[in-house]
């Protein structure tokens, strides 16, 4: 136990967060069992090591932080470990990797119910289903989604700035009003296309190559989060790459089964199985039209976020694309997205209608009341014009 402390004590000490997560303001703290999911690289660790930071001292032993890596789990449970923490006097406990414990929502309701004092609070894979494959968990667990850094986020971190989130409803009513505050601040087009780059994952702050550690990223997403969360067998990890790889080079469009079935030598099903696993684990976004979703094919299939887009094939990363994304991406925190009839065009909450375009050409538009046109190359808006990288100020 006292190897844990000390490993507690250092990795708080030296946590330094440099954008406070608006989802630390969101969490219910009061709950006893707490989940944050995420996908890989996002800043799972560094937002449990800043909870730690922002609620007790470093040495404060009621809250300890632990690491499922550790080979010490492989012969000891959650539970007894929990048992011990609390017997001497342990209030919070941080668990990092839950899913590496092969019975962990067994454990952590044995934690639970053991221990009415103790709270925890632990991290895992976006590919986890909490409450739907772990019913052990369900009525006492919150679950809760960390994402990467938003264009707010990473404006607020390079820019200086201290720009706060606005609602969808207050983009779209009040967009003219909220530039006008922004931009005698910051130049946003001096920032997205770097944040459409490489801002999305909060490592490129890391002193490395930042496609190469996305790529070792994607890779890990496929090998650790799908193949083990999943319980698939190694030997289908080849197809499951080749279909990502393929869907990435098609770029945001309808796939066809058959043929993506044909080229990974295995059936429909098990490509839209497929499908569904890279969505869980946020490489993909899967869109429907509005009304239908899984197991029914996806009108469109697009990367989840623009960062993947130049890590997978730089050169293919066309500019409609590469904004469509980001305008998804974007949305899909708080908002149901939907594919509309018409390309370029996306239905959000079964009501509202968006086209995205390059404002030097939307010229040639004409301008629909009923449509609400997100439109980059440009910083400013009008009526219901709004430029796109408002839309990262979401969340």
């Not at 890391?206 to 190469?212: D, H, T, V």
Request: hydrophobic fraction near 35%; proline fraction near 5%; charged fraction near 25%.
């Amino acid at each position: 136990m006292e190897a844990f402390f000390r490993t507690h004590t250092y990795l708080v000490e030296h946590t330094n967060a440099p954008v406070r997560r608006q989802l630390m303001d969101e969490i219910d703290w009061s709950d006893r069992l707490i989940g944050i999911k995420g996908t890989r690289g996002v800043g799972k660790t560094t937002f449990l090591l800043q909870y730690a930071k922002e609620h007790f001292s470093p040495t404060d032993r009621r809250c300890l932080y632990v690491n499922m890596n550790n080979f010490y789990f492989q012969g000891r449970g959650i539970a007894d470990f929990a048992n011990e923490f609390c017997k001497t006097g342990g209030r919070v406990l941080l668990i990092d990797q839950v899913f590496k414990e092969p019975n962990w929502s067994h454990e952590l309701r044995l934690c639970h119910d053991q221990n009415p004092e103790l709270k925890i609070v632990f991290t895992g894979s976006s590919v986890m289903r909490l409450k739907e494959e772990n019913p052990e968990l369900s009525g006492i667990v919150k679950s809760y989604n960390l994402r990467g850094f938003s264009f707010r986020e990473f404006l607020n971190l390079t820019a200086g700035t201290h720009f706060h989130s606005y609602t969808l409803e207050e983009i779209v009513h009040n967009h003219e009003h909220i530039t006008r505050q922004i931009l005698p601040e910051v130049s946003p087009n001096k920032y997205f296309p770097l944040y459409l780059h490489h801002g999305f994952y909060p490592f490129f702050l890391e002193n490395r190559n930042f496609s190469e550690n996305l790529l070792k990223t994607m890779n890990m997403m496929t090998e650790v989060d799908i193949l083990l969360i999943k319980q698939i067998e190694l030997k289908y990890l080849t197809k499951i790459k080749k279909l990502f790889y393929l869907l990435a080079l098609d770029g945001p469009k309808a796939p066809n089964v058959s043929q993506l079935a044909n080229d990974i030598e295995t059936s429909r099903a098990t490509v839209m199985n497929y499908i569904k696993y890279l969505a869980e684990a946020r490489l993909i976004n899967v869109i429907y039209p509005v009304g239908q979703t899984f197991p029914k094919k996806p009108s469109k299939v697009m990367l989840h976020n623009p960062n993947l887009m130049y890590a997978i094939y730089p050169i293919r990363a066309e500019q409609q694309n590469v904004m469509e994304t980001f305008f998804v991406n974007s949305l899909w925190k708080d908002h149901i997205v939907n594919q509309s009839n018409k390309d370029n065009y996306y239905i959000i909450d079964e009501k509202r209608k968006f086209r995205i375009c390059d404002a030097t050409k939307c010229g040639k538009i004409r301008m629909n009341p009923d449509t609400i046109y997100a439109r980059y190359n440009t910083e400013i808006g009008k009526d219901n014009q709004i430029p796109l990288w408002l839309f990262g100020f979401l969340y």
